[in-house]
């Protein structure tokens, strides 16, 4: 175990033999962190935070402090657990959860979260994010797996943004966005399919294409949504991806992004 002499680690921590804890790295109480994990300089972690393997959180990054939420007092449950192979650059800060919602924040494996990124309480991050610089989250927020956030996004408390979506810089997310889609534009709308993302990913042209027909049937026809689900239900069973948009749309808390022609 490599922990520079000038870290202050509290008693309680739990760090694996082989992970390294660099010059003036603050480690609080009931942090655990396992085997291959780099902790850079000037970092903070508290606790209770769980870190898996082999994750580099860089410098001056803030994890695992107290949930940005005025209804939480201190001695309530309330944790963070990461999963392994994360990238977290510098002036990161992600929190804990709180009793609202399982107490738990979440962050899955093989993310990349660059400098300044926020992920606020209760959030539930999946795997093979990508958050570019200052994109931030409010709580309750929920990114599923392939999810790509242009610079500084800003994500409302309790929205979805689902599988290998892409979302452009700048853009402020206040509905749901269901899996691969695109959405873009100072006055953010649902642009289009993510047709090179599924094709960088190995989706099959059939698959791109089932998405693109789901796509004009939910932000194209002039039909009710409810009656284009059931359209989609009906004609794309056979497409997995398309029935996982098709649930993303059933399961929307806050409603769904608008299409590119809705005012």
């Known amino acids: 175990m490599a922990i520079h ?16 804890i660099c010059a003036y790295t603050v480690i609080g109480a009931n942090v655990e962190i396992d085997t291959g ?3 850079e300089s000037h970092a903070v972690v508290q606790g209770p935070t769980k870190i898996g393997k082999n994750n580099h959180i860089y410098s001056f990054a803030s994890i695992g402090g107290d949930p940005q939420d005025t209804t939480y007092e201190v001695g309530q449950d309330s944790n963070l657990i990461i999963g392994n192979d994360n990238q977290i650059r510098e002036f990161c800060t992600i929190n804990r959860g709180t009793e609202k919602e399982e107490s738990i924040t979440r962050v ?24 570019s610089n200052n994109a931030s989250l409010a709580g309750h927020v929920r990114i599923q797996n392939w999810a790509i956030l242009g610079g500084f996004t800003l994500v409302k408390q309790f929205c979805m943004i689902g599988m290998h979506t892409y979302i452009g810089m700048g853009c402020q997310i206040n509905k749901d966005i269901p899996s691969y889609m695109v959405a873009s534009g100072v006055q953010t709308r649902i642009r289009s399919i993510n047709a090179e993302g599924m094709r ?17 049937v939910v932000y194209r026809s002039p039909g009710l949504l409810d009656q284009s689900l059931k359209e989609l239900e009906e004609t794309e069973s056979d497409h997995i991806e398309v029935m996982q948009f098709v649930q993303c ?11 590119p022609n809705e005012e």
């Open 5 to 20: 002499a000038s870290a202050i680690v509290d008693p309680s921590a739990k760090i694996h033999k082989n992970a390294e």
């Open 200 to 216: 960088r990913r190995g989706f099959s042209p059939n698959a791109i294409a089932a998405i693109k027909r789901a796509f004009k």
């Open 249 to 259: 749309i059933r399961s929307a808390k806050t409603g769904i992004m608008r299409g």
């Open 108 to 131: 899955g494996s093989n993310n990349l979260l660059m400098a300044y990124v926020h992920i606020a309480h209760d959030c539930q991050i999946g795997n093979h994010i990508i958050m």
């Open 37 to 39: 994990t780099i902790i």
